[in-house]
């Protein structure tokens, strides 16, 4: 197998997983804040060992830095927070497909925070993502749980895209894993006075799905993404990264019997295509 063949495979399974996170989430009884601390305090201890293990110091950094990370942190948690709640409101798909219009936000935000005009390819994009989740509503009432899961899946992409406009203006100094670091850090000190309590009564089969979030889902995934970078470029690698919603789907099908609608078919199609169309755009 050659580099490019071998990096191209990463890609993919770092989708595979990404998507796969939401499938353990359906798995786990424990409420989604109660996995979101397991999750975050599991990978905040890989990348420590990590970093001992490559003998790899942190960053020094400013008070103003790591308040800027402190924020981070917590937008991370209210992220994974609100996806798992999207999950279990209402399954895998509709919660992935919510989470798909993050595209959206962020451009919508990059227009605010950095005054960047609003060109035509943002203005395609963020029509095609409201078609779509308008196509992928199941009702049109708040009393639907779909209805709610995809709104929550929203807000999981909201928080993302807030998310993504503070590491942009504020990360250049660390490297992906320190960044990550520091985020898992926070996220889980401010979620731990909430949740601290059900971690302990956590039973040991929803431990094991949670080991597997924070594990494969997101330490093995994060690294397996930038291990890729070396090989292809990270326009191709976002491409890919956005088939995580089909692969969420697909696993969901399988697993759970959760068979889309043709309406979701269609609005899943459209929210999909057009944030690839945006990344090859770039």
């Known amino acids: 197998m050659n580099k490019h063949t071998l990096a191209l495979l990463k890609v993919h399974s770092t989708a595979v997983l990404f998507g796969a996170s939401g499938i353990f989430g359906a798995l786990i009884q424990s409420s989604a804040d109660t996995l979101v601390l397991g999750r975050v305090w599991i990978a905040f201890f890989m990348i420590s060992l990590y970093f001992i293990w490559k003998k790899q110091p ?4 400013s008070k103003k830095e790591i308040g800027q990370l402190a ?4 937008l991370l948690a209210a992220h994974w927070v609100t996806f798992f709640v999207a999950v279990k409101v209402g399954g895998v798909a509709l919660a992935t497909l919510g989470f798909a219009s993050f595209p959206a936000f962020v451009a919508l935000f990059e227009v605010i925070f950095f005054k960047e005009k609003l060109h035509l390819k943002e203005i395609i994009l963020l029509v095609a993502i409201t ?5 992928v509503t199941p009702e049109f009432t708040l009393g639907s ?3 709610q899961g995809l709104l929550w899946g929203v807000f999981s992409a909201l928080s993302y895209g807030i998310l993504a406009i503070v590491n942009r203006k504020s990360m250049s100094k660390l490297s992906g894993k320190q960044a990550s670091w520091w985020q898992y850090l926070f996220a889980g000190l401010i979620l731990l006075p909430f949740s601290a309590e059900k971690l302990l009564v956590v039973s040991a089969v929803d431990w094991f799905w949670i080991f597997c979030i924070g594990f494969l889902c997101t330490t ?9 970078l070396d090989t292809i470029n990270a326009r191709t690698a976002s491409m890919i990264i956005s088939l995580e919603p089909v692969y969420a789907i697909a696993i969901a099908w ?4 959760e068979v ?3 309406t979701m078919f269609i609005g899943g199609a459209i929210i999909l295509l057009s944030v690839a169309w945006a990344n090859l755009k770039k």
Do not use: D, Q, R
């Open 220 to 228: 093995v995934a994060y690294t397996l993404f930038v291990s890729s």
């Open 254 to 257: 399988i697993c759970f019997n």
């Open 145 to 147: 749980e779909g209805t």
């Open 131 to 135: 078609i779509g989740l308008i196509l």
């Open 71 to 74: 924020l981070s942190g917590a």
């Open 260 to 262: 889309p609608t043709l």
């Open 58 to 61: 942190l960053v020094s950094l």
